[in-house]
Protein backbone atom coordinates (compact mmCIF):
# COMPACT_ATOMS: atom_id res chain seq x y z
CA UNK A 1 0.00 0.00 0.00
CA UNK A 2 1.46 3.38 -1.13
CA UNK A 3 0.88 6.46 1.03
CA UNK A 4 -2.14 7.48 -1.02
CA UNK A 5 -3.36 4.44 -0.86
CA UNK A 6 -2.99 4.44 2.79
CA UNK A 7 -4.93 7.49 3.44
CA UNK A 8 -7.49 6.33 0.65
CA UNK A 9 -8.40 3.77 3.43
CA UNK A 10 -7.70 5.69 6.76
CA UNK A 11 -10.86 8.45 4.78
CA UNK A 12 -13.38 5.56 4.43
CA UNK A 13 -12.36 4.46 7.82
CA UNK A 14 -12.97 7.91 9.11
CA UNK A 15 -16.47 7.98 7.42
CA UNK A 16 -17.80 4.75 8.53
CA UNK A 17 -16.67 5.29 12.15
CA UNK A 18 -17.55 9.14 11.85
CA UNK A 19 -14.66 10.25 13.13
CA UNK A 20 -13.27 13.12 10.47
CA UNK A 21 -9.63 13.35 9.60
CA UNK A 22 -7.91 15.79 11.12
CA UNK A 23 -4.49 15.98 9.14
CA UNK A 24 -2.95 15.21 5.55
CA UNK A 25 0.14 13.29 4.82
CA UNK A 26 2.56 14.71 3.05
CA UNK A 27 3.24 13.00 -0.67
CA UNK A 28 -0.76 12.49 -1.26
CA UNK A 29 -1.32 11.81 -5.05
CA UNK A 30 -4.69 13.38 -5.29
CA UNK A 31 -5.62 12.49 -8.88
CA UNK A 32 -4.91 8.80 -7.68
CA UNK A 33 -7.38 9.28 -5.10
CA UNK A 34 -10.28 11.28 -6.91
CA UNK A 35 -9.80 7.99 -9.11
CA UNK A 36 -9.46 5.50 -6.18
CA UNK A 37 -13.20 7.40 -4.43
CA UNK A 38 -14.72 6.16 -8.01
CA UNK A 39 -13.91 3.39 -8.96
CA UNK A 40 -14.28 1.86 -5.59
CA UNK A 41 -17.74 3.97 -5.13
CA UNK A 42 -16.91 5.82 -1.99
CA UNK A 43 -16.76 9.28 -3.16
CA UNK A 44 -19.75 10.51 -0.33
CA UNK A 45 -17.86 8.79 2.36
CA UNK A 46 -14.55 10.52 1.91
CA UNK A 47 -16.28 13.39 1.37
CA UNK A 48 -17.74 13.55 4.75
CA UNK A 49 -14.70 12.12 6.59
CA UNK A 50 -12.55 15.08 4.94
CA UNK A 51 -14.56 18.00 5.00
CA UNK A 52 -13.10 19.39 8.09
CA UNK A 53 -9.87 19.73 6.38
CA UNK A 54 -10.83 21.59 3.12
CA UNK A 55 -8.57 24.23 3.69
CA UNK A 56 -6.03 22.25 3.72
CA UNK A 57 -6.81 20.09 0.36
CA UNK A 58 -6.11 21.17 -3.30
CA UNK A 59 -9.65 23.20 -4.34
CA UNK A 60 -9.35 21.37 -7.87
CA UNK A 61 -9.48 17.99 -5.86
CA UNK A 62 -12.36 19.58 -3.81
CA UNK A 63 -14.34 20.94 -6.24
CA UNK A 64 -13.98 17.85 -8.29
CA UNK A 65 -15.45 15.30 -5.36
CA UNK A 66 -17.85 17.67 -4.05
CA UNK A 67 -19.68 17.53 -7.91
CA UNK A 68 -19.15 14.02 -7.84
CA UNK A 69 -21.02 13.52 -4.31
CA UNK A 70 -23.95 15.81 -5.44
CA UNK A 71 -24.61 14.03 -8.39
CA UNK A 72 -24.92 11.00 -6.68
CA UNK A 73 -26.55 11.57 -3.66
CA UNK A 74 -29.73 13.56 -6.22
CA UNK A 75 -29.37 9.73 -7.85
CA UNK A 76 -29.54 7.91 -4.95
CA UNK A 77 -32.30 10.05 -3.45
CA UNK A 78 -33.97 9.68 -6.28
CA UNK A 79 -33.21 5.93 -6.45
CA UNK A 80 -34.96 5.95 -3.48
CA UNK A 81 -38.35 7.12 -4.05
CA UNK A 82 -38.65 5.09 -7.28
CA UNK A 83 -37.76 2.18 -5.22
CA UNK A 84 -40.64 2.46 -3.03
CA UNK A 85 -42.73 2.79 -5.54
CA UNK A 86 -41.65 -0.55 -6.99
CA UNK A 87 -42.14 -1.75 -3.82
CA UNK A 88 -45.78 -0.76 -3.12
CA UNK A 89 -46.65 -1.65 -6.43
CA UNK A 90 -45.73 -5.28 -5.55
CA UNK A 91 -47.24 -5.19 -2.29
CA UNK A 92 -50.37 -4.03 -3.34
CA UNK A 93 -50.46 -6.39 -6.54
CA UNK A 94 -49.72 -9.25 -5.14
CA UNK A 95 -46.40 -10.04 -6.11
CA UNK A 96 -43.59 -12.10 -3.93
CA UNK A 97 -40.48 -10.07 -3.55
CA UNK A 98 -37.57 -9.39 -1.40
CA UNK A 99 -35.25 -6.12 -1.90
CA UNK A 100 -31.65 -7.17 -1.93
CA UNK A 101 -28.30 -6.44 -0.24
CA UNK A 102 -27.98 -2.28 -1.26
CA UNK A 103 -31.57 -1.93 -0.43
CA UNK A 104 -31.33 -2.63 2.81
CA UNK A 105 -27.27 -1.79 3.88
CA UNK A 106 -27.48 1.86 2.98
CA UNK A 107 -29.84 2.15 6.56
CA UNK A 108 -26.76 1.00 8.36
CA UNK A 109 -24.04 3.60 7.36
CA UNK A 110 -23.98 6.55 9.28
CA UNK A 111 -25.56 8.70 6.58
CA UNK A 112 -27.57 5.89 3.41
CA UNK A 113 -26.03 8.41 0.71
CA UNK A 114 -22.71 6.74 1.78
CA UNK A 115 -23.73 4.00 0.02
CA UNK A 116 -25.12 5.23 -3.03
CA UNK A 117 -25.88 2.82 -5.72
CA UNK A 118 -26.75 2.47 -9.41
CA UNK A 119 -29.65 0.56 -9.08
CA UNK A 120 -32.15 -1.42 -7.10
CA UNK A 121 -31.86 -5.25 -7.13
CA UNK A 122 -34.83 -7.27 -5.89
CA UNK A 123 -35.64 -11.12 -5.89
CA UNK A 124 -39.29 -11.98 -7.43
CA UNK A 125 -40.93 -15.36 -8.10
CA UNK A 126 -40.57 -16.27 -11.55
CA UNK A 127 -43.71 -18.45 -10.91
CA UNK A 128 -45.28 -14.76 -10.74
CA UNK A 129 -42.98 -12.93 -14.13
CA UNK A 130 -46.65 -12.19 -15.82
CA UNK A 131 -47.92 -10.21 -12.86
CA UNK A 132 -44.79 -9.23 -12.58
CA UNK A 133 -44.40 -7.25 -15.73
CA UNK A 134 -47.65 -6.10 -15.97
CA UNK A 135 -47.13 -4.42 -12.83
CA UNK A 136 -43.96 -2.53 -14.14
CA UNK A 137 -45.33 -1.98 -17.22
CA UNK A 138 -48.35 -0.04 -15.76
CA UNK A 139 -46.13 1.88 -13.51
CA UNK A 140 -44.43 3.05 -16.93
CA UNK A 141 -41.14 0.92 -16.70
CA UNK A 142 -39.02 0.55 -19.99
CA UNK A 143 -37.39 -2.80 -20.33
CA UNK A 144 -33.48 -2.87 -21.21
CA UNK A 145 -33.53 -6.74 -21.36
CA UNK A 146 -35.24 -9.70 -20.34
CA UNK A 147 -33.05 -13.48 -19.86
CA UNK A 148 -32.69 -16.24 -17.64
CA UNK A 149 -31.53 -14.46 -14.70
CA UNK A 150 -33.14 -11.24 -14.46
CA UNK A 151 -35.46 -8.74 -16.31
CA UNK A 152 -33.58 -5.23 -16.10
CA UNK A 153 -36.55 -2.15 -15.97
CA UNK A 154 -36.05 1.57 -15.77
CA UNK A 155 -38.07 4.18 -15.23
CA UNK A 156 -37.69 6.50 -18.36
CA UNK A 157 -37.82 9.96 -16.68
CA UNK A 158 -35.61 9.55 -13.95
CA UNK A 159 -33.30 6.60 -15.19
CA UNK A 160 -33.55 4.52 -12.11
CA UNK A 161 -32.45 0.44 -12.72
CA UNK A 162 -34.79 -2.25 -10.86
CA UNK A 163 -32.79 -5.34 -11.65
CA UNK A 164 -35.34 -7.97 -10.94
CA UNK A 165 -33.81 -11.31 -10.05
CA UNK A 166 -35.03 -14.45 -10.71
CA UNK A 167 -32.61 -16.35 -8.40
CA UNK A 168 -29.79 -15.11 -6.19
CA UNK A 169 -27.05 -16.81 -7.64
CA UNK A 170 -26.37 -19.23 -10.60
CA UNK A 171 -23.59 -21.67 -10.71
CA UNK A 172 -22.12 -23.39 -7.27
CA UNK A 173 -23.53 -21.12 -5.10
CA UNK A 174 -26.77 -21.69 -6.68
CA UNK A 175 -26.76 -25.38 -5.73
CA UNK A 176 -26.69 -24.10 -2.01
CA UNK A 177 -28.90 -20.77 -2.02
CA UNK A 178 -31.73 -22.05 -4.19
CA UNK A 179 -33.91 -19.28 -5.54
CA UNK A 180 -33.55 -17.30 -2.22
CA UNK A 181 -37.17 -17.52 -0.94
CA UNK A 182 -36.45 -20.92 0.83
CA UNK A 183 -34.81 -19.39 4.31
CA UNK A 184 -36.83 -16.00 3.75
CA UNK A 185 -39.73 -15.06 5.74
CA UNK A 186 -42.83 -12.68 5.72
CA UNK A 187 -41.51 -9.56 6.57
CA UNK A 188 -43.90 -8.02 9.87
CA UNK A 189 -46.90 -5.58 8.66
CA UNK A 190 -46.32 -7.09 4.70
CA UNK A 191 -48.85 -9.38 3.23
CA UNK A 192 -45.68 -10.35 0.28
CA UNK A 193 -42.37 -8.58 1.29
CA UNK A 194 -40.07 -10.84 2.25
CA UNK A 195 -36.77 -10.72 4.52
CA UNK A 196 -33.83 -12.68 5.34
CA UNK A 197 -32.68 -13.52 9.07
CA UNK A 198 -29.51 -11.53 9.67
CA UNK A 199 -27.20 -14.34 9.46
CA UNK A 200 -28.92 -15.15 6.35
CA UNK A 201 -28.40 -12.10 4.95
CA UNK A 202 -24.96 -11.66 5.92
CA UNK A 203 -24.43 -14.82 4.11
CA UNK A 204 -25.55 -13.38 0.60
CA UNK A 205 -23.56 -10.51 1.11
CA UNK A 206 -20.41 -12.44 1.20
CA UNK A 207 -21.62 -14.91 -1.38
CA UNK A 208 -22.04 -11.38 -3.69
CA UNK A 209 -18.37 -10.90 -2.84
CA UNK A 210 -17.13 -14.27 -3.33
CA UNK A 211 -19.09 -14.62 -6.32
CA UNK A 212 -17.91 -10.83 -7.87
CA UNK A 213 -14.59 -11.95 -7.04
CA UNK A 214 -14.65 -15.16 -8.78
CA UNK A 215 -16.34 -14.22 -11.88
CA UNK A 216 -14.54 -10.43 -12.18
CA UNK A 217 -10.85 -11.06 -10.88
CA UNK A 218 -11.59 -8.74 -7.72
CA UNK A 219 -13.78 -6.56 -5.60
CA UNK A 220 -13.40 -2.92 -4.28
CA UNK A 221 -13.19 -1.40 -0.62
CA UNK A 222 -16.96 -1.29 -0.18
CA UNK A 223 -17.24 -4.65 0.02
CA UNK A 224 -15.38 -4.36 3.21
CA UNK A 225 -17.30 -1.19 4.34
CA UNK A 226 -20.69 -3.42 3.75
CA UNK A 227 -19.16 -5.98 6.33
CA UNK A 228 -17.66 -3.17 8.91
CA UNK A 229 -21.49 -1.71 8.91
CA UNK A 230 -23.60 -4.80 9.37
CA UNK A 231 -21.12 -6.66 11.87
CA UNK A 232 -21.23 -3.05 13.98
CA UNK A 233 -25.47 -3.25 14.00
CA UNK A 234 -26.01 -7.18 14.66
CA UNK A 235 -25.12 -9.37 16.88
CA UNK A 236 -24.41 -12.09 14.42
CA UNK A 237 -24.89 -16.45 15.32
CA UNK A 238 -21.05 -17.18 15.42
CA UNK A 239 -21.91 -21.31 14.99
CA UNK A 240 -24.45 -21.00 12.53
CA UNK A 241 -22.25 -18.89 10.29
CA UNK A 242 -19.44 -21.45 10.50
CA UNK A 243 -20.98 -24.22 9.52
CA UNK A 244 -23.51 -22.43 6.79
CA UNK A 245 -20.47 -21.48 5.46
CA UNK A 246 -18.86 -24.75 5.17
CA UNK A 247 -21.55 -26.05 3.71
CA UNK A 248 -21.52 -23.92 1.03
CA UNK A 249 -18.01 -23.59 0.38
CA UNK A 250 -16.97 -20.48 1.60
CA UNK A 251 -15.54 -20.38 4.77
CA UNK A 252 -12.42 -19.75 4.09
CA UNK A 253 -13.47 -16.28 1.90
CA UNK A 254 -15.17 -15.30 4.82
CA UNK A 255 -12.08 -15.87 7.29
CA UNK A 256 -9.74 -14.08 5.03
CA UNK A 257 -12.60 -11.30 4.15
CA UNK A 258 -13.40 -10.33 7.67
CA UNK A 259 -9.64 -10.50 8.75
CA UNK A 260 -8.89 -7.97 5.65
CA UNK A 261 -11.70 -5.52 6.76
CA UNK A 262 -10.11 -5.45 10.61
CA UNK A 263 -7.16 -4.86 9.32
CA UNK A 264 -8.59 -1.75 7.25
CA UNK A 265 -10.88 -0.42 9.88
CA UNK A 266 -10.44 -2.35 13.45
CA UNK A 267 -6.80 -1.89 13.59
CA UNK A 268 -5.87 -5.65 13.49
CA UNK A 269 -2.70 -6.62 13.14
CA UNK A 270 -2.25 -8.35 9.36
CA UNK A 271 -0.20 -11.46 7.77
CA UNK A 272 0.88 -11.60 4.55
CA UNK A 273 -1.54 -12.70 2.83
CA UNK A 274 -3.66 -10.14 4.34
CA UNK A 275 -1.47 -7.53 2.94
CA UNK A 276 -1.67 -8.91 -0.39
CA UNK A 277 -5.32 -8.97 -0.64
CA UNK A 278 -5.36 -5.66 0.34
CA UNK A 279 -3.21 -4.24 -2.20
CA UNK A 280 -5.50 -6.49 -4.68
CA UNK A 281 -8.49 -5.04 -3.24
CA UNK A 282 -7.14 -1.55 -3.89
CA UNK A 283 -5.58 -2.38 -6.94
CA UNK A 284 -9.60 -3.44 -8.44
CA UNK A 285 -13.04 -1.55 -8.85
CA UNK A 286 -16.07 -1.74 -7.27
CA UNK A 287 -17.41 -4.91 -8.64
CA UNK A 288 -14.21 -6.09 -11.23
CA UNK A 289 -11.40 -5.55 -13.29
CA UNK A 290 -11.02 -5.73 -16.58
CA UNK A 291 -7.30 -6.88 -16.89
CA UNK A 292 -7.18 -8.88 -13.71
CA UNK A 293 -11.01 -10.92 -15.09
CA UNK A 294 -8.83 -12.19 -17.51
CA UNK A 295 -6.21 -13.56 -15.37
CA UNK A 296 -9.17 -14.93 -12.88
CA UNK A 297 -10.15 -16.82 -15.96
CA UNK A 298 -7.22 -18.27 -16.67
CA UNK A 299 -6.23 -19.43 -13.38
CA UNK A 300 -9.93 -20.75 -13.01
CA UNK A 301 -9.74 -22.98 -15.79
CA UNK A 302 -5.64 -23.49 -15.01
CA UNK A 303 -4.40 -22.72 -18.66
CA UNK A 304 -4.81 -20.33 -20.78
CA UNK A 305 -5.64 -23.06 -23.93
CA UNK A 306 -8.46 -23.94 -21.58
CA UNK A 307 -9.69 -20.28 -20.90
CA UNK A 308 -9.94 -19.65 -24.61
CA UNK A 309 -11.75 -22.81 -25.42
CA UNK A 310 -14.15 -22.43 -22.99
CA UNK A 311 -14.86 -18.80 -24.49
CA UNK A 312 -14.69 -20.18 -27.84
CA UNK A 313 -17.17 -22.83 -26.76
CA UNK A 314 -18.82 -21.81 -23.36
CA UNK A 315 -19.95 -25.02 -21.09
CA UNK A 316 -23.69 -26.35 -22.27
CA UNK A 317 -25.19 -25.02 -18.93
CA UNK A 318 -23.83 -21.25 -19.89
CA UNK A 319 -25.00 -21.84 -23.55
CA UNK A 320 -28.56 -22.97 -21.78
CA UNK A 321 -28.40 -19.86 -19.71
CA UNK A 322 -27.87 -18.29 -23.21
CA UNK A 323 -30.27 -19.79 -25.23
CA UNK A 324 -33.36 -21.59 -23.02
CA UNK A 325 -34.77 -23.32 -26.10
CA UNK A 326 -31.65 -26.03 -25.13
CA UNK A 327 -32.70 -26.92 -22.26
CA UNK A 328 -35.79 -28.61 -24.50
CA UNK A 329 -33.56 -29.53 -27.22
CA UNK A 330 -30.06 -29.93 -26.31
CA UNK A 331 -29.70 -31.91 -30.02
CA UNK A 332 -29.52 -28.00 -31.53
CA UNK A 333 -26.19 -27.00 -28.91
CA UNK A 334 -24.00 -26.98 -32.27
CA UNK A 335 -26.05 -24.65 -34.57
CA UNK A 336 -26.58 -22.15 -31.37
CA UNK A 337 -22.80 -22.10 -31.01
CA UNK A 338 -22.21 -21.06 -34.77
CA UNK A 339 -25.38 -18.21 -33.29
CA UNK A 340 -23.40 -17.08 -30.93
CA UNK A 341 -19.84 -16.67 -32.98
CA UNK A 342 -21.81 -14.88 -35.79
CA UNK A 343 -23.73 -12.82 -33.30
CA UNK A 344 -19.80 -12.12 -31.59
CA UNK A 345 -18.23 -11.19 -34.90
CA UNK A 346 -21.45 -9.04 -36.34
CA UNK A 347 -23.45 -7.60 -33.39
CA UNK A 348 -20.54 -7.02 -30.05
CA UNK A 349 -17.11 -7.60 -32.11
CA UNK A 350 -15.52 -6.00 -28.75
CA UNK A 351 -16.54 -8.93 -27.16
CA UNK A 352 -13.33 -10.42 -29.27
CA UNK A 353 -11.00 -8.25 -27.32
CA UNK A 354 -11.27 -10.25 -24.64
CA UNK A 355 -9.59 -12.99 -26.41
CA UNK A 356 -6.47 -10.91 -26.84
CA UNK A 357 -6.63 -9.93 -22.91
CA UNK A 358 -6.60 -13.27 -22.07
CA UNK A 359 -3.63 -14.03 -24.33
CA UNK A 360 -1.82 -10.92 -23.29
CA UNK A 361 -1.86 -12.38 -19.37
CA UNK A 362 1.79 -12.55 -18.35
CA UNK A 363 2.85 -15.09 -16.07
CA UNK A 364 3.20 -13.35 -12.87
CA UNK A 365 0.26 -12.24 -12.81
CA UNK A 366 -1.42 -15.17 -13.31
CA UNK A 367 0.53 -16.46 -10.35
CA UNK A 368 -0.70 -13.61 -8.54
CA UNK A 369 -4.20 -14.17 -9.12
CA UNK A 370 -4.02 -17.81 -8.75
CA UNK A 371 -2.39 -17.67 -5.22
CA UNK A 372 -5.07 -15.04 -3.90
CA UNK A 373 -8.02 -17.08 -5.12
CA UNK A 374 -6.70 -19.76 -3.40
CA UNK A 375 -5.75 -18.45 -0.52
CA UNK A 376 -9.58 -17.32 -0.34
CA UNK A 377 -10.77 -20.63 -1.31
CA UNK A 378 -12.60 -19.88 -4.29
CA UNK A 379 -10.14 -21.36 -7.32
CA UNK A 380 -13.22 -23.48 -8.00
CA UNK A 381 -16.26 -21.20 -7.87
CA UNK A 382 -17.89 -21.40 -10.99
Known amino acids: MDKTQRFFVDC ?30 VGVIVFYAINGIKEFLPQGFCDALKRSVEHHVMRDIQLGADSETVINAFENGGVKFMPLKGFHLKRLYPKPEMRYTSDCDIL ?35 KSIFELHKMLFVGDLGNYFGVGFEKAKLKEGYKHYYELSPEDFYMTMLAHSAYHFAEGGGVGIRHLTDIYVFRKRYELDEEYLRTEFEK ?128 LGINDLK
Open 124 to 158: IDVKQIKTVRKTVKDLGLSVQKYDEHHDVVYFDAT
Open 248 to 375: CGLREFQIRFEQLERYFFEEEKADDFTLRLADYVLSSTVLANEEKKSASDIAANDTKGKTLFRVIFPTVANMKFLYPVLKKAIVLLPIFYVVRWCRVIFRTPDRLSKIKKIRSVGSEEFKEVKNIRTG
Open 12 to 41: VKAGITENPITEVPEDVDFKKLFDLCGSHS
